[in-house]
């Protein structure tokens, strides 16, 4: 399993790639008078990355029967650029739960609200569990008791996240009704 690219694509590669989708980022010339530089790369990914998902989404709008065919068909292109590593595969989920777990956490928030704290939680629970099954596959015994109770702490997040919505919306009575009771 090899997470490195063979022909990893350049800072300018990927910004033409982004011009060819009409979505290259404004660069400030002052400070990028040569175009975009290879420390720009990640950041550059991630702007395309953010467009292909986005024409994704577009394409493969969940609102009528029939529409999961769509999305099967996103997959077997993902599935031809991946091809039969598993493990690689299995790696690319894990970083792409991660990116989505730091997305639903609002990074600038001090405190989330219920919903969004348990879908975070159920996003790290994913990544924990497969993580978990990586570690055991390798015999890392430690490894994957480490991850099983951040799987553990993470389902408790989950539960507390949706009863903490429940009480706020007064399906369930909060902590100053239990007190009271």
Partial sequence: ?????????????????LAALAAEPVADPEKRPR??????????????????ELEITAATRLT?????????QTLL??????????????????????????QV??????????????AFAAVMTAVYALGAQLHAERGDTEGTRSALSG????????????????????DAPGPETEADG
């Fill in 1 to 17: 399993m090899s997470i490195s690219s063979e022909r990893p694509a350049s800072a300018e590669q990927i910004y033409a790639a």
């Fill in 35 to 52: 175009g975009p530089q290879e420390e720009d790369r990640l950041q550059l990914l991630g702007s395309l990355l953010a467009k292909i």
């Fill in 64 to 72: 009528e029967e029939g529409e999961i065919e769509d999305v099967l």
């Fill in 77 to 102: 292109g993902w599935e031809e650029q991946v091809g039969a590593d598993a493990g690689l595969a299995l790696n690319v989920l894990t970083n792409r739960l991660q990116r989505t777990a730091v």
């Fill in 105 to 118: 956490s609002e990074p600038e928030a001090e405190e989330l609200p219920p919903g969004r704290e348990a």
């Fill in 151 to 170: 799987a553990e702490e993470a389902l408790i997040d989950i539960l507390q996240g949706i009863h903490d919505l429940r009480v706020a919306i007064g």
